[in-house]
């Protein structure tokens, strides 16, 4: 994946003790499905072949 960076903006400990720093990149932690789908996936993983997007397209993330 390429072109695709999450940065953390706000320091935030998670529930695991982990402390995420203003600027951490944390796109390795986040992950993405349509807003309906019962799973979700790494980001790079959701993006790694072309995909189309429409404008009214629901997405979630965790």
Do not use: A, C, W
């Not at 349509?34 to 790694?48: A, V």
Request: charged fraction near 20%; aromatic fraction near 12%; charge should be negative.
């Amino acid at each position: 994946m390429t072109g695709i960076q999450i940065l953390n903006s706000k320091e935030t400990t998670l529930g695991n003790g982990l402390v995420l720093n203003v600027g951490d990149e944390i796109t390795i932690i986040i992950e993405i499905n349509y807003f309906f789908s019962e799973s979700t996936s790494p980001i790079g993983f959701f993006f790694k072949d072309q995909l189309i997007v429409y404008r009214d397209d629901l997405f979630k993330l965790i």
